[in-house]
């Protein structure tokens, strides 16, 4: 059920997402890799998490100031979680 509804809200087109978002559930399988994250800067800031399962991920982004757009939250059967956040309200710099 959590793969469909996975396909069904994920770009699947996007294939270097897919591909960060398994190496994300992947890396979190290790204690010591937690929380496995990723950041891209796309018109809109999106930022995956993969951690255990838990309530108020959410939460602590308002907490921190960010406006959240979209939450793209899936739960898998070993008790770990994927989500994806899209925000803005984060500085960003240009380098080089």
């Known amino acids: 059920m959590v793969a469909c509804r996975y396909a069904l809200?994920?770009?699947v087109e996007r294939a270097e997402d897919v591909f960060m978002h398994r190496r994300l559930l992947q890396l979190e399988e290790d204690?010591?890799?937690?929380?496995a994250f990723d950041a891209l800067c796309r018109p809109m800031h999106e930022i995956t998490f993969s951690t255990?399962?838990?309530p108020k991920l959410l939460t602590q982004f308002l907490e921190i100031g960010l406006n959240i757009e979209e939450a793209h939250v899936f739960s898998t059967a070993d008790g770990f979680s994927l989500d994806v956040f899209v925000v803005d309200g984060w500085p960003y710099e240009e380098t080089g």
Request: no cysteine; charged share 45%; net charge negative.
């Open 9 to 11: 809200d994920v770009n």
């Open 31 to 35: 204690p010591e890799n937690r929380p």
């Open 52 to 54: 255990i399962d838990k």
